[in-house]
């Protein structure tokens, strides 16, 4: 299935639902990835709960846990586990009692953590089973439109919000500044690459610029890999 196929499929499995139609490429994308991978048996960990984490569980029959700030029990995917990602800073504060995965997914949630990454991901490294995978989904922080906007005098990225249970981006990443935290953490960089996954005719929140966005897309879709606006990090641990 093609990956606008698989985007349209999302949508109109979230119909209204301006964030998954803002993400829906993305998702498909990362669908795309584990597509083949992913056994029955398999554990998969899902940060932060949203629609993904359904379509996780519905798409391949497994059972994907969940950790964040959804509490503690079991859900319709499988189990949500809480804890703060910034409380990765304490080692001594790191949960022990969860188990390990064959795949943990990290879709647009580093980028959110005022932690060091190298800490953030020595953390989860102790979550995954012995060659398994990390999937870290996060934005360029050298996108084309950002620099423009520097180049231009403006800062592209916005102040640090005042509440805490949306805090916004407090630092975005490069390739060489992600693949460096991995493998800080004692992970081995598998795969990356770039994409134009983000739907730029849609927005997650307000209104939509339907004609301006698929000018913005056609830009990226064929955009060099350092400059387009999402990165894809595969990252296993050594068995």
Do not use: C
Request: hydrophobic share 40%; glycine share 8%.
């Amino acid at each position: 299935m093609s990956l606008a196929t698989e985007a349209r499929r999302l949508r109109e499995r979230f119909p209204g639902n301006g964030y998954v139609g803002f993400h829906a490429r993305r998702y498909a994308s990362l669908v795309q990835l584990l597509d083949g991978k992913l056994a029955p048996d398999m554990l998969v960990l899902d940060i932060g709960r949203s629609p993904l984490t359904e379509v996780l569980h519905e798409r391949f029959g497994v059972r994907v846990d969940s950790l964040g700030f959804n509490g503690e029990g079991e859900s319709a995917e499988g189990r949500t586990w809480w804890f703060d990602l910034n409380m990765a800073q304490t080692q001594e504060k790191w949960r022990t009692d969860l188990p390990e995965y064959d795949v943990v997914v990290m879709g647009e949630v580093i980028e959110h953590l005022h932690t060091a990454p190298r800490l953030v991901l020595s953390f989860l490294r102790t979550l995954l089973k012995p060659d398994g995978r990390l999937i870290i989904q996060t934005p360029n922080a050298a996108v084309l439109h950002k620099r423009l906007e520097l180049l231009a005098g403006r800062n592209p990225y916005e102040l640090i919000r005042e509440q805490t249970n949306d805090p916004g981006h407090f630092r975005e990443y490069t390739r060489k500044e992600l693949e460096r935290a991995v493998r800080a953490a004692g992970l081995e960089v598998e795969q990356w690459f770039a994409a134009d996954y983000l739907d730029y005719s849609r927005k997650a929140a307000g209104k939509n610029r339907p004609r301006l966005g698929k000018v913005v897309n056609a830009v990226y879709r064929y955009s060099p890999p350092s400059l387009r606006p999402g990165q894809t990090l595969v990252a296993r641990r050594p068995g």
